[in-house]
């Protein structure tokens, strides 16, 4: 819940609590450095940042109602619409993916996304975002999706180790993955969701991904503190845009890239085009995700969610007049 | 008793038969108490699920439950036939089980033997048993590869220490006399550890195969979150990544009745083994 | 008037481990009346153990009735103390507060409890142990402690399993003439089990002879000696001899059948 | 001992002098040994990381840890300062090892003094056994809330089930001639529980507790998966996420330090409850 | 000749609760000759079970030697017998396995162990009764399996507490007899304590008197009676009469004097 208390300036300051499915993962990052450049200060809320292990988690404590928001992948919030539970996207941060499909370099035969075919792949959880973009790139490329093996691995060195083991031959991942086993010589991106170009080449369409998103209940009843935490975000995004990768980094705590600072710097310059500059659904996104949806999530099938309830431009209107 | 040709007694009624009665009754009592409980947890379960007391979309209902678990049955999973996730995690489950429950006990005897061993190996067992068994899957999952040998381990490691630990301290309790009996017979130390110790120490370990075995299963599961591809905690998980609580329950379900399978077959191993106890039938008169 | 304890066509079986059955008891016929002592003796394994476990209500006869005081055993019954045959004192009690244990039990305030278990631990030789866990006493003096730990209740009926059998004898003469001096002021109805006949008739006026295999009553006799009596100089008076022959008689055909129907194998 | 006062004995040496120079003797030995396994492990993982037999991507090597654990300790981790992260576990540790050992005392001792609860009973509980304390951890997150609730929840779960079997086994192992006894000697049941059942069925409790703080720390980190902004659990997994090895191992052996002290602790405890035992100082001779 | 057992000097001392030390044994000098029979007697408490467990090396003195044929003690001695005082029978084995568990430790073939078992069980009487486990025989039937359990080994000490104490008279008559049948056997020397003076005497060839409190051998008697003896008969003649009234006296003043302190309490 949020609590109010009066603060100096006459303005109430709010407290909110923000629930990340990965407060270090770059495709986050807006979360973090809104806190550390102070934005989210700025707009009177005082935001608890709250980091999670797995991503489909944040969405359903933002339905239990335990933390007001949280930052996750839109295709969440449209799942969930069809369970009747409402909750939308109030910033979308990422327009594409920033996942890319990493093939084991060894394998110089696999050369496009039709090689995977029959082919054990690597995804994150069996369900998850990975699972389903991975089949989407093998409908897309004309491969029946269910000839290939998909096999959770995780992310991090279990996915590494997976690569390293030949157990998989190719797999779905992200930052700072990706570039740990492309720098090393393991592994090299066979297709590329890490830029808004490539997802639309891959996926034929704006492949809307990370963002914040909150119960709509809780948005039309929270207007005020929903309109400032959009505000801080849209402020961050631009900041983004207007400053290196370099000085972004410097912005992070320095775990985040312990003892490595030039990689992260250079996976979060190839990675800073995903971002949106405005918190806007890019047009178009919400349809392409629910079509590769209705396509190969066998769950979904036959299921259609209520797309204008699953996100709103109206608070980043505001935001950005 | 009258079968056995033996006179009839002057007075009293029949004592054994009346006793043979009381048992039936008591066997009565007990299948309709768990029945009862079932239906009290899942009937209060869909009953306040049904009026939204309770929300569907965390808790499931135990008719969506059942559902899944017969479209599982019927259709298959999602994953596969049924019985091949269920097949895969046993394997796994009962590897880690036979691994984790061996090295406990070997472990268990030797330190609980050894005073000076268990001195010096001591803090270093106790402080591995802190170690979060999902950190440790995952180094499994990167040393030992994805397979099932990865999962074995997963799942003997939450079994080594509760198996090490009870076994440890049942060699412990051993009686005085009866070691001291048995050296002064001539026992050698393998004579000793295998005739004495053991036996004696035989309930502290069964009773920690009661607990390890689900523990096993539960290693299984976490070791399915690594370069799994089927099983039942791979359908867990599948099922929680698409919100089907429903599944995740049924998952839980099928563990539970797996446990309780080797439950049973744990529980005719103690009664075998533990023979020479006096029978547990007057347990309830005292 | 009722008898304080009344078995009637008793018999008890146990399961064998054969799977077949053992009979331990077989119709046996038993009665003591209020205030009386009585001793059982019989050769080993016949069943005396057995006799005690089904009047204190611990075991269930397999048939026939067990009454104490009228009433039908169904458990535990009240009133009764119970010296056990092997060591049951409480390993994590000092003596003190073994002793204390029955009267606690039974609602004495913890401080008074101990008073009286401080008495008790002196009559029964045990003064200074106080503070000892069982493992710090010698055989005989835990089952002093178990002595103690069962007449400070003041039971209407003490059924006692050889108490004194580890006992030296000169502990043991003291500790017979103790019971006896406390039986005679409370006039509890005492089943005292014991392997040796001079303590048998001593210290009881009647004496039942147990006999071997399924044990039942062979027979009884009444002890005519005075009392109040000293169990010391009893042994001597001609009367005492003349019982001792006559029980003694009897009792030896029993044990050399329970012994040589062991030697050849009976089960 | 001549201290005492008493005559000088005629022959042989001081036996009591000799048994404690050997008492030291052997203290020395234990410290040696353990010094000796901590180089041995350390030094060869460290040779072996800087001889890159062993990767030091996955698995680090000593040298770093230790810098790891230094930074944390004189610059504060990411999430704050260290002893703070140590605090915030140790709470949610400490909470689900009372909660959970509490409770699987209550049930064990209940249920093994009650033969129909335990019919009765025992299938759910050995089933809810087998549910994988992840998914729990997640359950609980929900329903709980995000605070510390949760975590003492999902570490009380953990420890539950071990207490809870090792009770319910020790009440079962009483001697029965005490049970009798005690009876004889007019204990009701709440009598007969706490001062005969209990103290009777201690050392299978306090055995249970040497694991169950171990995993008591396991079910913290475990609860930290889901909403902790603080603590060793949260430590780990941001170590893990960023690839930082060395981080992991550093919050792990923080836990294992903190399983250490309270084993310690426990330890202590069990000696003073355990008193009534013959002292162990003979058991090396037989 | 080397003695068989040789205390010189024992003293032996255990914590007491209250931190103190309490002194069991002072200064014990004892010898058994190779061969000899010796009882050793005195009043509860007195330190009998403690030398017994002196001599098998279950437990170091605190000051002194213990020499078994001219051996320092430092362990479990070689070739000794012990029947415990306290059930030491091994609860998960029948009483075949209990009899041929020594042995069968000391290499013997499972089949050749198990036939010799079956002997003894049937020379202590308890044939039939072979599948037994120990829960389900009577308290003097453990006591002769324990027995049967040592004198199988053909122990060249033989160490025995109270082993007939939970005996009826007659059985323990017979296995009086028995012993010492096997005894001569076997020239084994034996240490024999018992509370039981008659029984010390007709047995053995010399009698140690244990002194009360921290114990010494107060004073030691050769029995001077002829061999073989048959104990039933032994206890009539004039010569061990004699013998007895002398150690009586003796031993009489002990426990007097034990129990009495144990009365004023100290500890
Ligand atoms: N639980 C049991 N199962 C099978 N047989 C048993 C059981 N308890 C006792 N018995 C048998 O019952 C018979 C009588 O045993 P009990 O203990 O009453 O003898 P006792 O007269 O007290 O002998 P002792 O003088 O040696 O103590 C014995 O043969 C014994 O083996
Ligand atoms: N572990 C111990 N700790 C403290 N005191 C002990 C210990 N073991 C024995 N004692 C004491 O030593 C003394 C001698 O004990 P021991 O068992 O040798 O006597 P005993 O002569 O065998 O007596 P009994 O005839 O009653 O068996 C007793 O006073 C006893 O309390
Ligand atoms: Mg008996
Ligand atoms: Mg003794």
Redesign the pocket.
């Known amino acids: 819940g949020s609590t109010n208390a009066p603060s100096s300036g006459g303005v109430t300051t709010i407290s909110l609590k923000v629930m990340v499915g990965g407060l270090n993962k770059q495709i986050y990052l807006p979360n973090m450095l809104a806190q550390r450049l102070g934005y989210f200060k700025d707009q009177h809320l005082d935001v608890t940042l709250i980091d999670e292990g797995s991503g489909q988690a944040s969405e359903e404590e933002v339905v239990a109602g335990n933390v007001d928001a949280g930052s996750g992948a839109y295709v969440h919030p449209m799942v969930l619409n069809t369970q009747g539970k409402k909750i939308e996207t109030i910033c979308q941060f990422g327009i594409a993916p920033g996942e890319a499909e990493v093939v084991d370099a060894s394998l110089s035969n696999i050369t496009s996304a039709k090689d995977l075919k029959g082919k054990n792949l690597g995804v994150t959880d069996l369900g998850s975002g990975t699972h389903v973009l991975t089949q989407a790139i093998l409908g897309s490329a004309g491969v029946d999706p269910t000839s290939a093996k998909y096999v959770a691995v995780g992310a991090g060195d279990t996915f590494i180790a997976a690569i390293q083991q030949k157990k998989i031959a190719a797999g779905m991942t992200t930052f700072p993955t990706i570039s740990r086993l492309v720098n090393s010589g393991k592994g090299k991106i066979l297709v590329s969701l890490l830029t808004p170009a490539d997802t639309r080449a891959a996926l034929g369409g704006d492949y809307p991904f990370i963002g914040v998103f909150a119960k709509n209940d809780w948005v039309n009843s929270n207007k005020d503190a929903a309109q400032r935490l959009v505000n801080a975000y849209v402020k961050t995004l631009k900041y983004m845009h207007s400053h290196t990768a370099a000085q972004i980094a410097d912005q992070m705590p320095t775990d985040y890239y312990a003892g490595d600072k030039s990689s992260y710097v250079s996976d979060l310059q190839s990675q800073l085009a995903i971002f949106g500059t405005d918190c806007k659904m890019p047009s178009g996104g919400p349809e392409t995700v629910q079509k590769i949806q209705q396509q190969f999530v066998s769950s979904f099938k036959g299921k259609s969610a209520n797309l204008s309830e699953t996100y709103t431009n109206e608070l980043a209107d505001k935001a950005n007049a | 008793m009258s079968a056995l040709g033996e006179q009839a007694v002057r007075t009293g009624p029949d004592l054994a038969g009346r006793r043979r009665r009381e048992a039936r009754r008591r066997q009565l009592n007990v299948i309709g108490g768990r029945v009862l409980v079932a239906v009290v947890i899942l009937g209060g379960w869909e009953l306040g699920a049904r009026a939204t007391v309770i929300d569907r979309f965390f808790w499931s209902q135990p008719s969506d439950i059942a559902a899944t678990l017969w479209r599982w049955f019927t259709e298959g999973t999602d994953l596969g036939p049924l019985w091949l996730q269920v097949l895969v995690t046993m394997e796994e489950t009962v590897g880690g089980f036979v691994v984790g429950s061996v090295f406990g006990v070997i472990f268990g005897v030797v330190l609980g033997r050894n005073r000076l061993l268990s001195d010096v190996l001591g803090p270093y067992i106790k402080g591995a048993n802190a170690i979060p068994r999902v950190v440790v899957g995952a180094l499994f999952a990167v040393s030992l590869g994805l397979d099932i040998k990865a999962k074995i381990a997963t799942a003997a490691v939450l079994v080594f220490f509760v198996v090490f630990f009870n076994a440890f301290q049942g060699v412990r309790e051993v009686d005085r006399n009866l070691i001291a009996n048995a050296r002064i017979l001539g026992a050698d130390d393998r004579r000793l550890t295998t005739e004495i110790i053991i036996p004696s120490a035989l309930s502290w370990i069964v009773a920690s195969l009661h607990t390890s075995f689900g523990l096993a299963l539960v290693g299984a599961v976490v070791g399915e979150l690594f370069g799994a591809t089927e099983g039942i905690g791979e359908l867990i998980y599948l099922s929680k990544n698409l919100f089907d609580t429903a599944g995740v329950f049924a998952g839980m379900a099928l563990l539970a009745a797996t446990a309780l399978v080797a439950e049973a077959l744990i529980t005719a191993l103690e009664d075998r083994l533990i023979r020479w106890r006096p029978p547990v039938a007057t347990e309830t008169r005292i | 008037m009722t008898p304080a304890i009344e078995l009637r066509g008793v018999t008890k079986r146990f399961l064998a481990p054969s799977g077949g059955i053992y009979t331990a008891l077989r119709d046996l016929n038993f009665e003591v009346e209020p205030g009386e002592f009585c001793a059982v003796v019989g050769p080993t394994g016949c069943g005396k153990s057995t006799t005690l476990a089904l009047i204190s209500g611990l075991e269930p006869p397999s048939e026939g009735e067990v009454e104490v005081f009228g009433q039908s055993v169904g458990g535990i019954a009240e009133g009764i103390g119970y010296v056990f045959q092997s060591d049951a004192v409480f390993p994590w009690k000092t003596v003190l507060e073994n002793v204390a244990a029955g009267p606690r039990y039974r609602g004495v305030s913890n401080r008074d409890a101990r008073e009286r278990a401080r008495d008790w631990i002196t009559r029964v030789g045990l003064a200074g ?1 106080e503070d ?1 866990y069982p ?7 835990r089952k002093r402690v178990a002595l103690a730990q069962s007449l400070i209740n003041g039971p209407r009926i003490l059924l006692m399993d050889e108490p004194f059998s ?1 006992l ?1 004898v000169q502990t043991r003469t003291l500790m017979e003439n103790e019971l006896l001096n406390l039986w005679s002021a409370t006039s509890a109805s005492v089943v005292f089990v014991t392997h040796d006949l001079e303590e048998a008739i001593s210290l009881s006026d009647r004496v039942f002879v147990i006999t071997a295999g399924p044990g039942t009553v062979k027979s009884t006799y009444k002890v005519d000696l005075p009392r109040p009596r000293n169990v010391a100089e009893i042994r001597f008076q001609p009367r005492f001899v003349e019982i001792y022959e006559e029980i003694w008689k009897d009792l030896r055909d029993e044990v050399l059948v329970s012994y040589e129907r062991q030697k050849r194998g009976a089960a």
């Open positions: 142990f000892r493992y710090q006493l010698s055989g005989g003096m580890a030296d």
